[in-house]
Nanobody, 125 residues
Framework: QVQLVESGGGLVQRGGSLRLSCVAS????????MGWYRQAPGKQRELVAS?????????ADSVQGRFTISRDSAKNWKTVYLQMNTLEPEDTADYYC?????????????????WGPGTQVTVSS
């Protein structure tokens, strides 16, 4: 079983910064990718930023230049961060971490997608 735990959310004023962290635990054979999504009230969940095991990074247009995704330096990485700068009220949402990981079973490796429970980010004007 794999679990993801996010931390770092909170209340911040417009223009402020927050750093989110997500730690994966469990019997992970390999991390293929990790990412951050967000869901504002009444809206669909959307991609914020993602990173693959070979370092490919993808950002939503709305956060490009303001948010930075990074990961720990371990070969079998299990932690991803999201540095959020110049926050705007429009960034207010619940932020979720996900991880696409390979799990070693009895006879084969399977890939699975896991989600964390989310952390709330509120940006006041």
């Amino acid at each position: 079983q794999v679990q993801l735990v996010e931390s770092g959310g909170g209340l911040v004023q417009r223009g402020g910064s927050l750093r989110l962290s997500c730690v994966a635990s469990g019997n992970i054979f390999h991390t293929n990718s990790m990412g951050w999504y967000r869901q504002a009230p009444g809206k669909q969940r959307e991609l914020v930023a993602s990173m693959t095991d070979n370092g490919r990074i993808n950002y939503a247009d709305s956060v490009q230049g303001r948010f930075t995704i990074s990961r720990d330096s371990a070969k079998n990485w299990k932690t991803v961060y999201l540095q959020m700068n110049t926050l705007e009220p429009e960034d207010t949402a619940d932020y979720y971490c996900n991880a696409d990981v390979a799990i070693l079973g009895d006879t084969a490796v399977g890939n699975f997608l896991y989600w964390g429970p989310g952390t709330q980010v509120t940006v006041s004007s």
